[in-house]
């Protein structure tokens, strides 16, 4: 594994336009590669608008019914509430491309086949990833796994001093009052985080700056700095502006 690398873009829409174009050709390179493609997506207004690009730039190329769709998190609240990251990832790119059903891993929502019961949820995203797993691993080597970064470093629903961030036993995991509402949350955890070939972090604004910095200093603790536990197995790179770049040291 080597360090981190850092690409920044001018603003928000230059950047959601690179990484598109980034990950199109990631997936292509996957296929070719594999047969396959295993993409973890982000919530966030980062995650909404590569997603948006991705279809724009690249739809034509990609052969969608070998791209599978995995979450990095997500808020366990009904299916079709607006608050999902799946909904918002059927609104930018899913709802508009040929790709099957099956393909598309949704975390559980509440009040679905496991009712309330979030452990039961978890549970089941962590059989869901084991399915497409090597022998011996627990998830699939995601392609690309990208990550939003919150103002105070959390990534996924693995936020900053909350014992979720220690549940490392399984990849997906069960977060109770996370400080960011909603507070039942579905999470991958560290280690299935850190499967992934490529930790992509996608990140804009004044105020991520100050996380952006924190967490990329080497001395990092991911506890108070979740963002610093994530690596990819092969490239972990900081998608940023020039906004949230702006306390890295020169
Ligand atoms: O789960 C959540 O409450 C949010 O979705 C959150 O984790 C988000 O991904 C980051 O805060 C980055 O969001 P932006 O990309 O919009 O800054």
Redesign the pocket.
């Known amino acids: 594994m080597s360090g981190p690398q850092f690409v920044v873009h001018e603003n928000k829409q230059d950047l959601s336009a690179a990484v598109a174009r980034s990950l199109g050709e990631e997936i292509v390179a996957a296929q070719r590669a594999r047969g396959i493609a295993h993409l973890v997506l982000?919530?966030?207004?980062?995650?909404g608008g590569t997603l948006a690009g991705l279809r724009d730039q690249h739809g034509p190329e990609i052969d969608w019914s070998s791209v599978h769709f995995w979450w990095g998190?997500e808020?366990f609240v009904p299916l079709g509430d607006e608050d999902r990251?799946d909904a918002e990832a059927r609104d930018a790119l899913l709802d508009h491309i040929d790709v099957p059903d099956g393909n598309v891993h949704v975390m559980a929502p509440s009040g679905g086949d496991f009712g309330d019961d979030l452990d039961a949820g978890a549970a089941a995203y962590a059989q869901e990833l084991a399915r497409y797993a090597a022998p011996g691993a627990d998830v699939p080597a995601f392609d690309v796994l990208m990550l939003?970064?919150?103002?105070d470093a959390?990534?996924?629903?693995l936020f900053p001093q909350h014992p979720a961030q220690r549940d490392v036993d399984a990849s997906a995991i069960p977060v109770r009052e996370s400080p960011?509402p909603p507070p039942l949350?579905i999470s991958l955890s560290y280690p299935a985080i850190n499967a992934a070939r490529q930790v992509w972090f996608?990140?804009?604004?004044e105020e991520?700056a100050q996380a952006v910095a924190h967490a990329t200093s080497a001395d990092a603790d991911p506890w108070d700095y979740p963002a610093s536990g994530a690596h990819g197995t092969e490239a972990t790179i900081w998608w940023l502006d020039k906004a949230a770049a702006s306390q890295l040291p020169s």
């Open positions: 982000t919530g966030g207004s980062m995650g998190d808020r990251n939003g970064v919150g103002p959390h990534i996924a629903s960011k949350r996608l990140v804009s604004g991520k």
